[in-house]
């Protein structure tokens, strides 16, 4: 499996909470890749041609991602549930694997 960083807004740009828009996608993630890992909000600035710096609410999630298919689903995903985002910034972070417990 991959292992992908999701950075999605916890806002929209009128500063309306995406907190339904999180739980759907971040559900969507668990039955889709098997699981996903919030690593809490934090800030993110970004360059736009259009208004310059942009500082926006976020949230960064992991998702072990088992196919290619997978992921271009997720990513698809949360461009319909955030609307008013031009991207979305992903991370291929490298390889992931589910370590089970031997009985």
Known sequence: MKLYQFTLPLENNRLVSYDGNI???????????????????SYGTWKSNRYGLITELVANFLVAVPSDEVYNKLLQRAFELFPDQQAIFTAHIGEAWVNRKED
């Open 23 to 41: 739980q759907q996608w971040t559900q969507e993630a668990a039955q889709l890749a098997g699981g996903v890992t919030a690593q809490g909000q």
